[in-house]
């Protein structure tokens, strides 16, 4: 029998963000080798973390990139994304999630475009802490190292971060998974920033119990399984629900987090939860489970978006009404009609409001963080101020 989850720690979402190839892996990977040798945790290589979704699912685990940890007051889920084409999407998704980031920058790169993309999202999609990695300190020189260091401490200011006051630890994720006691201190180092700068959140465990389905999976002879992180509530087995987007009311009858049952789960869990009666094709990512009746969704909303400039990886033409991007909300994929009123225009670099009309219902409320794509990339982030129905 599997041992059942016990909640002895606050538990925080995390995640690394950056620049490809500026080493989140390999820190993550460095991360849970450092904790597991102090009894926090299990180690997971470099491959476990990279490998195919498919490969990683073991029995009811949760998505893919995800791996846990303790410090000594925490318990924390850590997201890394795979490849850079579903890095944006998945971080924008997901990070509504994130209590905190990690930032990763290449001491030897410096800040690189999606450095910016990603600290520019996180502030849109409500990441209100982010930490600050200067990898691969092993190989970089110390005064080219400080220049890094500014100029990654202006862009979070340049972004609401105070990036005065916040924590940037030069680090070797690579000499740390070599063993390097040095390196191996630098990791703990940034452990300990993360455990003192990121905040506990306040979890809404209270309301109305909501998660949007990140990924649905078929468990032999059990049934079909969502997985995702519980945005707010609490849900406990043999709770009714309600799957908005499939149209249909079920009963959660069995609830997992990492691989271990649970009775009950509550905001900022991430979990698989087993829905009785559904089949495999019968709900998506995108979908949102929840409460019967708590949620109403809608398609026309107005909005703030900030429309990312060239520079930041975004478009060097202006945007006018009747555009037609993708809207990624919560973890659906949208299409959606622009249209700008009065302004007729809005340019690269701007902030404007727009009303947008989705091809189809999704549970929105004011207030929820989203991604603006078009052609693979990110064009804008936003945020709903008013639902119109
Ligand atoms: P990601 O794309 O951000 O996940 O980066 P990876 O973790 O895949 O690392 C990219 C490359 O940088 C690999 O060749 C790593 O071995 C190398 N790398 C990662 N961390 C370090 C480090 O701390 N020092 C050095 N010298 N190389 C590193
Ligand atoms: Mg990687």
Do not use: C
């Amino acid at each position: 029998p599997k041992t059942a989850y016990v909640r002895t720690k606050p538990h925080l979402n995390i995640g690394t963000m950056g620049h490809v190839d500026h080493g989140k892996t390999t820190l993550t990977a460095a991360i849970t080798k450092v904790l597991s040798e102090r009894g926090g945790g299990t180690f997971v290589p470099f491959d476990r973390i990279d490998r195919a979704p498919e490969e990683a699912l073991r029995g009811i685990t949760i998505n893919i990139s995800h791996v846990e940890y303790e410090t000594d007051t925490r318990h924390y889920a850590h997201v890394d994304m795979p490849g850079h084409a579903d890095y944006v999407k998945n971080m924008v998704t997901g990070a509504a999630q994130l209590d905190g980031a990690i930032l990763v920058v290449s001491a030897l790169d410096g800040i690189m475009p999606q450095t910016a993309e990603h600290v520019l999202l996180a502030r849109q999609v409500g990441v209100n802490h982010i930490v600050v990695a200067l990898n691969k300190a092993d190989a970089g020189d110390d005064e080219l190292t400080d220049l890094v260091e500014l100029e990654v401490r202006e862009l979070l200011t340049a972004h609401g971060y105070g990036g005065d006051a916040a924590p940037v630890v030069r680090v070797s994720g690579l000499k740390a998974l070599a063993g390097d006691p040095r390196w191996e201190a630098s990791v703990e180092a940034l452990l300990d920033a993360v455990d003192t700068y990121v905040p506990m959140p306040e979890r809404y465990v209270d309301a109305p119990f909501l998660l949007p389905v990140e990924n649905v999976l078929t468990i032999t002879g059990r049934g079909t399984v969502v997985t995702g992180a519980v945005e707010r509530g609490t849900v406990r087995v043999g709770d009714r629900v309600e799957v908005l987007g499939a149209d249909t009311e079920t009963v959660v009858t069995g609830l997992e987090t990492f691989g271990k049952p649970m009775d009950s789960a509550q905001a900022g869990d991430n979990v698989a939860l087993l829905l009785r009666g559904v089949p495999r094709d019968g709900v998506r990512r995108g979908h949102v489970v929840a409460a019967p009746g708590s949620v109403t969704p809608a398609r026309r909303f107005v909005a703030q978006v900030h429309v990312l400039s060239a520079k930041d990886g975004g478009r060097s033409t202006p945007l006018t009404s009747g555009y037609r991007p993708q809207f990624y909300l919560r973890t659906a994929d949208v299409v959606g009609d622009v249209d700008l009123g009065e302004a007729a225009v809005a340019r690269p670099g701007e902030t404007v409001t727009m009303t947008v009309e989705l091809g189809r219902d999704v549970p929105l409320e004011a207030g929820l963080g989203f991604a603006v794509r078009e052609g693979g990339r990110t064009v804008g982030a936003g945020t709903v101020s008013e639902v119109l129905g």
